[in-house]
């Protein structure tokens, strides 16, 4: 049987083993997913004797996506522009490949919503670790403006930096947005709703035709949702969606198969007593 793996400290909470068994019954590959939760020095021995034992591919969580950045051999392009790895695989020579499937899961999820990204507007809250793995995914969708705005003025410059050849990314500061239109997509890939916080936005950059993502899932709607309905948005989505979406898109990297997110999903919600 194919050993497949998530790697991460903690690991006890993560939803990948359940989302994984669930497409592996869906598209009827014979696999197994486990979970490995190495110390937190201990990336590269755990990841090393897994391969070693004829492990096929792995999915990297906090805090070792750098780490397996380096650990890869080859890295995909969104993997370099994102920074991070999230997904690993053995090539048939041995090496090994460092993917990262989070921004195509975002893609994924937007599009599964029916939000538009070709020709709209759009800005990201955040330039984290997350904010810079959805990047050259969203720009490849051919958006018209991609706009960074971050707590942190000088990280938002720093993702932009990240992309010399592209005319249509920038950095903007919360300030600024309060004299800018309102965006088609507004994307919040900071921590804050974690906290029931919300970063501090304009309510003018919203309106009836946006639609706002929030990475955070909760079972209730995150506090950056609820704020976004109350000025009018058309739409609010959590990252509920993302996850399942980047799973399956590391699925189809492993397994050359690309399982549907809908049964996965309702199953996620209903175990978060969501329906
Ligand atoms: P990082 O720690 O790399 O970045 C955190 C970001 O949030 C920074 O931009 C930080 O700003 C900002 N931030 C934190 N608190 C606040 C606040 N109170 N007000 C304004 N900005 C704030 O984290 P990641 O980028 O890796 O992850 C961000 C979130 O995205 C996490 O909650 C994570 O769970 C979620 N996520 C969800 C995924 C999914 O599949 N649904 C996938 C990946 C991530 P500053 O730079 O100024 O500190």
């Known amino acids: 049987m ?5 790697f991460g400290h903690p690991i006890k909470q993560s939803k990948s083993p359940f989302i994984h068994r669930l497409f592996a019954e869906q598209t009827q590959q014979q696999l197994e997913y486990g979970a490995i939760e190495p110390a937190e020095d201990g990336f590269v021995e755990a990841a090393t004797a897994f391969f070693n034992n004829g492990g096929k591919g792995c999915n990297i969580t906090m805090p070792f996506k750098l780490d397996a950045y380096h650990f890869a051999t080859q ?25 990262n499937t989070d921004g195509a899961g ?44 971050n707590r942190t003025t000088s990280k938002a410059q720093d993702l932009v930096d990240l992309f ?18 309102p965006f088609d997509v507004i994307i919040n890939s900071t921590s804050a709703s974690m906290s029931g916080e919300l970063p501090p936005i304009p309510t003018s950059i919203i ?29 609010g989505i959590d990252g509920l969606g993302m996850l399942v979406a980047q799973a399956a898109e590391s699925f189809a990297v492993w397994r050359g198969i690309r399982p549907s ?10 175990n978060l007593g969501r329906i």
């Not at 522009?81 to 041995?94: F, H, P, Q």
């Open 2 to 6: 194919d050993q497949y793996a998530v």
């Open 75 to 99: 890295l995909t392009e969104r993997a370099r522009m994102a920074g991070a790895v999230n997904t690993l695989k053995v090539l048939d020579d041995g090496g090994i490949l460092g993917d």
């Open 106 to 149: 975002l893609v994924a999820d937007l599009l599964l919503n029916h939000v538009a990204l070709e020709g709209k507007r759009v800005l990201m809250i955040g330039a984290g670790g997350a904010a810079r793995g959805t990047l050259l995914p969203l720009l490849e969708q051919n958006v018209v403006m991609l706009q960074i705005v």
């Open 164 to 181: 010399p050849n592209h005319q249509n990314i920038e950095a903007t500061t919360f300030d600024a947005l309060e004299a800018a239109e």
């Open 207 to 235: 309106n009836q035709y946006s639609s706002v993502y929030d990475m955070v899932y909760r079972q209730e709607p995150t506090v950056f949702i609820n704020w976004a309905k109350q000025q009018g948005a058309a739409k």
């Open 261 to 270: 997110m809908r049964q996965v999903l309702r199953e996620l919600n209903k």
